[in-house]
Nanobody, 118 residues
Framework: VQLVESGGGSVQPGGSLRLSCAAS????????MSWYRQAPGKERELVAN????????NYADSVKGRFTISRDYGKNTVFLQMNSLKLEDTAVYYC????????????WGQGTQVTVSS
């Protein structure tokens, strides 16, 4: 199984980025897909997740109304559209996959750096 993130980079406050995570080696439609992030000196935190059928999404309070998670079954890809970025959104963003009946993540991507600075 591979989860490969892309789309990270540097942006000014108020800007936007779109992260992508291409999944391979698994049956994509069976998995809950999530985005986590970890800032320096902080614990990894859940940013957003989307159910296996795409019908349900959840967001951390800190990103509600600014970030949108979506998935494309034809491309086996999950996206995180990030708008109105803030300094505190700076972190390494990780893609994660688990089957719906499991609590813990089964697979992790390698991470992509997002830096918000003026």
């Amino acid at each position: 199984v591979q989860l490969v993130e892309s789309g990270g980079g540097s942006v000014q406050p108020g800007g936007s980025l779109r992260l992508s995570c291409a999944a391979s080696g698994l049956t994509f439609s069976w998995y809950v897909m999530s985005w986590y992030r970890q800032a320096p000196g902080k614990e990894r935190e859940l940013v957003a997740n989307i159910s296996s059928n795409g019908g349900s999404t959840n967001y951390a309070d800190s990103v509600k109304g600014r970030f949108t998670i979506s998935r494309d079954y034809g491309k086996n890809t999950v996206f995180l559209q990030m708008n109105s970025l803030k300094l505190e959104d700076t972190a390494v963003y990780y893609c994660a996959a688990r089957r719906p009946w499991l609590v813990t993540t089964e697979y992790w991507g390698q991470g992509t750096q997002v830096t918000v600075s003026s």
